[in-house]
Every structure is written in C-alpha cells, then in structure tokens.
C-alpha cells in the first residue's frame, strides 16, 4: 500500500523560510519521479515541483522558482521541500504525490 506523510508545515511570517518533509513507503521509492502540490483556500490543485528518481532533474512553477528547492534521499524514501522567501500567496496545503496518489498533507500559512 502506498503511503504518503507530509510534515514540517506551521505559520511563518513573510519573507521567513519553512522545510517540508514527505515520508514515503509501499512502492520502490528510489525508481520514480517525486512532486509537491499544494490547494491554497478555495483555489484547485496546483503543481509546485517535480524531481526524477535519481534528483538530478527538477523542475518548478513560475510562481516558486528560485525561492523553493526540492530534493530527495532516496535512501531514506524521503522528499523534501525547502522554502525561502515565502510569501502570503504561499499559504496552501501542500501535497507530496506519487502515481496520481497524495498524502494527507501539510498546512503552510504565511502571515503577518
């Protein structure tokens, strides 16, 4: 059984910097392509970033480029997502996904 859990979200002030965690089990984590989504109130679904199975290749949102920074160790079956310079329109649940399947995910709020 796939297995999804999202941790490290909280509350963080404007400009201030959060590391969420995705710990993954029941599929050969170190073989697969990794995303972060994430449902901001009221809003659908939006990708955020993408690394491949060996965290060589990634790829972000316009919207998160050059303030987040996803990563992977594939020994441990963790994904990761850094997030510097965060910013109110950040405040989201954010998923990790994996086959079209997510986690019960994390809430991330930016606020003052």
């Known amino acids: 059984e796939v297995q999804l859990v999202e941790t490290g979200g909280g509350l963080v002030q404007p400009g201030g910097s959060l590391r969420l965690s995705c710990a993954a089990s029941g599929f050969t984590f170190s073989t697969v392509a990794m995303s972060w989504v994430r449902q901001a109130p009221g809003k659908g679904l939006e990708w955020v970033s993408s690394?491949?199975?060996?965290?060589?290749?990634?790829t972000y949102a316009d919207s998160v480029k050059g303030r987040f920074t996803i990563s992977r160790d594939n020994d441990k079956n963790m994904l990761y997502l850094q997030m510097n310079s965060l910013k109110p329109d950040d405040t989201a649940v954010y998923y990790c996904?994996?086959?079209?399947?997510r986690g019960q995910g994390t809430q991330v709020t930016v606020s003052s």
């Open positions: 690394i491949n199975f060996s965290g060589r290749t990634t």
């Open positions: 996904e994996y086959g079209g399947g």
